[in-house]
């Protein structure tokens, strides 16, 4: 009897404040592409979201066949930039933050799991804590969903 295996999804993983303006960028794109994915029925992606990038986010990537982390920037260019991404060949972090380059670094290590990864950081502007989003930086995280979302599009089609 042939069981078919599902296969690994795309992690989207978006990380940042929501409480601190536009660092919150990343956790809102996320739950915008999750809504999109949902109501067009898309399948093959999982959604992710937190403060920060943490060790044990290394099981989540080392679980997906890609991953596309998703941040706010207070440098680049306007509106995002979305670049690949290897792992780190040391490991460093503190107790309160690791980049994603670390995360991909302890999937290797770990669990012997090297997904391709990227990263698009959209440019922020403010940052003070209890406010919205600045306009600007949500002009800039509406044209990151349309390119995510064609992209995503392309990965999760190109993989069938």
Do not use: C
């Amino acid at each position: 009897m042939d069981v078919e295996i599902p296969s690994r999804p795309i992690l989207v993983y978006g990380y940042g404040n929501p409480g601190r303006q536009d660092d919150g960028l990343g956790p809102v794109l996320v739950e915008h592409l999750e809504a999109w994915a949902k109501a067009e029925k898309i399948s093959g992606m999982a959604f992710d979201s937190n403060y920060q990038l943490n060790a044990e986010d290394a099981l989540a990537v080392a679980e997906s066949r890609a991953v596309v982390f998703i941040d706010a920037s207070k440098e680049g260019k306007p509106p995002f930039e979305f670049h690949p991404l290897k792992p780190q060949k040391e490991i460093s972090f503190s107790t309160h933050a690791m980049a994603p380059e670390s995360v991909l670094a302890l999937a290797v290590e770990l669990y012997d799991a090297k997904p391709p990864a990227w990263i698009l950081t959209i440019r922020g502007f403010s940052w003070e804590p209890n406010e919205p989003p600045s306009a600007a930086a949500l002009s800039h995280l509406s044209a990151a969903r349309e390119y995510l979302q064609v992209w995503l599009r392309h990965e999760i089609s190109s993989q069938r």
